[in-house]
């Protein structure tokens, strides 16, 4: 379409016309307009209001761009996460709802330990690292990256919302302290070569892929993250809708005690974890 559509309802019912998700499209579209994501009550309600040009142009791009494959976190430049609003870009993966189940999880289990030392591995973004932060505010929260442009957006997050995160370049455990009461992780986990990568391509390949079966990564977490617990603290481990058996298994083999699954809203299995006893 060229030239700026008549309103705010045509302009939505062409970006359906072209096989944009509806909420995609809203929040493109108010995006454009300088909106917050949260407005989308504002355009039913002005749906009938004139679409100015710049803004249908504007529009009309990120459009192009979402129907590229480029995820409209991205477009937009934020996503929302445990109730955090936070900035995103192709330095990091997208935050999912899935890995608030591993927040959820982290919570339960440092309830009731006071000042609690967490350590977030591989934090991207500095979603787990950051929901946990907002939650606990008496926690020391430590947060790891390989990559220092992830930790650049995480820690221009942590500032913008004001929450104490200690942020530092590693490669998983090497050079971390010890006696951590809970270590959590949304590592790589998706096997080279497997199909969904395709849908994934425009998300840091290094912060998705693990070898040939997607573990390669959580069996290094697994193995060294004994050393760096204190008795009776958690390893909690986000991975993939058919990974839970393998993972549980990897766990018991490194000792691990009281091990065991959560399931994510849609019902999968999405993380793993258990407690590690040196004294048995």
Same mark, same amino acid.
């Not at 590693?170 to 199909?195: C, F, K, Q, R, T």
């Not at 573990?215 to 193995?223: K, M, Q, S």
């Given at each position: 379409?060229?030239?700026?559509?008549?309103?705010? @309802?045509? /302009? !939505? &019912?062409? *970006?359906?016309? +072209?096989?944009?998700? %509806?909420? $995609? #499209?809203?929040?493109?579209?108010?995006? =454009?307009?300088?909106?917050?994501?949260?407005?989308?009550?504002?355009?039913?309600?002005?749906?009938?209001?004139?679409?100015?040009?710049?803004?249908?142009?504007?529009?009309?791009?990120?459009?192009?761009?979402?129907?590229?494959?480029?995820?409209?976190?991205?477009?937009?430049?934020?996503?929302?996460?445990?109730?955090?609003?936070?900035?995103?870009?192709?330095?990091?993966?997208?935050?999912?709802?899935?890995?608030?189940?591993?927040?959820?999880?982290?919570?339960?289990?440092?309830?009731?330990?006071?000042?609690?030392?967490?350590?977030?591995?591989?934090?991207?973004?500095? @979603?787990? /690292? !950051? &929901?946990? *932060?907002?939650? +606990?505010?008496?926690? %020391?929260? $430590? #947060?790891?990256?390989?990559?220092?442009? =992830?930790?650049?957006?995480?820690?221009?997050?942590?500032?913008?919302?004001?929450?104490?995160?200690?942020?530092?370049?590693?490669?998983?455990?090497?050079?971390?302290?010890?006696?951590?009461?809970?270590?959590?992780?949304?590592?790589?986990?998706?096997?080279?070569?497997?199909?969904?990568?395709?849908?994934?391509?425009?998300?840091?390949?290094?912060?998705?892929?693990?070898?040939?079966?997607?573990?390669?990564?959580?069996?290094?977490?697994?193995?060294?993250?004994?050393?760096?617990?204190?008795?009776?603290?958690?390893?909690?481990?986000?991975?993939?809708?058919?990974?839970? @058996?393998?993972?549980? &298994?990897?766990?018991?083999?490194?000792?691990?005690?009281?091990?065991?699954?959560?399931?994510?809203?849609?019902?999968?299995?999405?993380?793993?974890?258990?407690?590690?006893?040196?004294?048995?």
């Amino acid at each position: 379409m060229t030239g700026a559509p008549a309103t705010i @309802a045509v /302009a !939505l &019912a062409a *970006a359906a016309g +072209r096989g944009v998700n %509806r909420l $995609d #499209a809203q929040l493109l579209l108010l995006a =454009a307009l300088g909106r917050s994501g949260h407005a989308r009550a504002w355009l039913l309600a002005h749906d009938t209001d004139p679409l100015p040009l710049e803004a249908w142009s504007a529009f009309e791009q990120q459009l192009a761009r979402r129907l590229a494959g480029e995820p409209v976190a991205y477009l937009i430049g934020e996503k929302e996460f445990h109730g955090l609003v936070l900035n995103v870009d192709a330095r990091v993966l997208v935050p999912r709802p899935d890995t608030e189940t591993l927040v959820d999880w982290a919570l339960d289990c440092i309830a009731g330990r006071h000042m609690p030392k967490v350590l977030d591995l591989g934090c991207g973004s500095g @979603a787990i /690292a !950051l &929901a946990l *932060a907002k939650a +606990r505010h008496d926690a %020391r929260i $430590d #947060a790891v990256d390989a990559s220092a442009d =992830a930790l650049a957006v995480a820690q221009a997050n942590a500032d913008r919302l004001g929450l104490a995160v200690r942020f530092a370049q590693g490669d998983w455990l090497e050079g971390a302290e010890v006696d951590y009461d809970l270590i959590a992780s949304n590592p790589p986990y998706i096997a080279i070569g497997d199909p969904h990568l395709e849908a994934l391509a425009h998300e840091p390949h290094a912060a998705l892929v693990s070898g040939a079966d997607g573990l390669d990564d959580i069996r290094r977490i697994v193995a060294a993250a004994p050393g760096h617990l204190r008795e009776d603290g958690w390893l909690l481990l986000e991975h993939g809708h058919d990974q839970a @058996a393998a993972v549980c &298994a990897l766990l018991q083999v490194a000792g691990f005690a009281h091990v065991q699954s959560r399931n994510d809203l849609a019902g999968i299995a999405r993380c793993s974890g258990g407690i590690w006893r040196a004294v048995k």
